[in-house]
């Protein structure tokens, strides 16, 4: 199973109801960015990172994947994948311009389409040649109903539809208005409105700092959240360390983190609580096992980041044991041949060979940008 081709591609997706901001982004487009690998004899695999859709950035990770990372791996055998990701992590050259970022990028969509390959080879669904799933069900929590652009009656009329007929018993909103007694305000008007018994996580996307995150944390103790997600600055370990001293409420956090190296030293820290690798920013899955089973060493829960929509999350949500709770967002899941379904407030089981990254032939039609 000779690697013949490596091609990149470009797609941008539009978003539900047209655009939605949280406390730092504004997205219209999801970037799905990556790469179609061919092997000699006709085999497809794709793999892909998540992006805002910015086709200039979009082009500096294809042109890593097509002008750097093309020649290292064709003519090699796409399934050694440990040693192909330890070729292209390791490699000299791009190792001394970045261990992260579009590198990294870069790199996790490249993984992921030989995980797809392998998969395929093998005739097998993703979950399954790990080695089968822990759970005869996956847990889904909704937080495509929580956005910051959303008004109160539009996050509460959309947290009933979740609960009441999509059947989801856990839900996510973003807070991180200039004034945190706003976004308490509204989480209060949530709370009332779902009761005590749906779970409700919360999420800032690194808007505050540490006073602002205390002063919230005191005011939101009583709500019962299950999680404040990305409080502060990505990497500023200390002040994650210092609230989750400091409030009941669990701190969340790894979307944003890139490497093993960087879970390793906020979990050392005390610093974290829910554990959230996104295999679109590390460096694939391969470096995705290794965060999910380093959290579960240290008996702590992973909640993937669905950087990929959970097209690839659910077989490793599936697969690993540490797993309680998936991110359910919808806005890409058509553009694939094995959408990303839930029902009833799970995730359906996969069921086709790969990582359920084959986009369909409407998709590249619809949605596909030229990467030069």
Aim: hydrophobic residues 45%.
């Amino acid at each position: 199973m000779r690697i013949a081709r490596v091609d990149p591609f470009i797609l941008h997706v539009p978003v539900t109801g047209g655009s939605i901001r949280d406390s730092t982004h504004t997205v219209t487009h999801w970037g799905v960015v990556g790469v179609r690998i061919v092997t000699e004899d006709g085999l497809e695999g794709y793999g892909y990172t998540g992006t805002h859709a910015h086709l200039p950035s979009d082009r500096l990770i294809t042109s890593c994947i097509r002008d750097c990372y093309a020649e290292l791996l064709i003519g090699e055998e796409a399934g050694d994948i440990t040693r192909l990701w330890m070729k292209l992590a390791r490699f000299p050259a791009l190792q001394w311009v970045g261990r992260a970022g579009i590198t990294h990028l870069a790199l996790a969509a490249v993984d992921v389409a030989l995980w797809d390959l392998k998969a395929k080879a093998a005739a097998q669904p993703l979950w399954a040649l790990l080695g089968g799933a822990a759970r005869p069900r996956q847990e889904a929590y909704n937080t495509d109903i929580g956005w910051l652009s959303l008004s109160l009656p539009e996050i509460i009329d959309g947290a009933r539809h979740a609960i009441e007929v999509l059947g989801f018993r856990r839900i996510k909103v973003k807070v991180g208005h200039a004034d945190p007694v706003v976004d308490v305000k509204r989480l209060e008007a949530v709370r009332a409105a779902i009761g005590p018994h749906v779970t409700m996580a919360i999420d800032g996307n690194g808007k505050w700092d540490l006073p602002t995150c205390k002063r919230f944390c005191a005011l939101a103790k009583d709500l019962d959240l299950l999680w404040f997600e990305e409080p502060m600055w990505y990497d500023d370990i200390g002040s994650h360390a210092e609230l989750a001293r400091n409030t009941a409420i669990p701190v969340a956090l790894g979307e944003q983190l890139y490497t093993v190296d960087a879970f390793r030293a906020f979990i050392a820290a005390g610093a974290v609580h829910w554990v959230q690798p996104d295999v679109t920013r590390l460096g694939g899955i391969t470096e995705y096992l290794q965060v999910a089973d380093l959290a579960t060493a240290y008996r702590l829960p992973v909640a993937p980041h669905a950087g990929e929509m959970s097209q690839v999350h659910v077989h490793l949500a599936y697969w690993h044991s540490g797993t309680p709770v998936l991110e359910y967002i919808p806005w890409i899941k058509d553009a694939f041949e094995e959408p990303a379904e839930v029902r009833d407030g799970h995730f359906l089981l996969p069921q086709l060979p790969g990582a359920s990254t084959t986009p369909t032939r409407e998709a590249w039609e619809r949605f596909a940008k030229p990467v030069a």
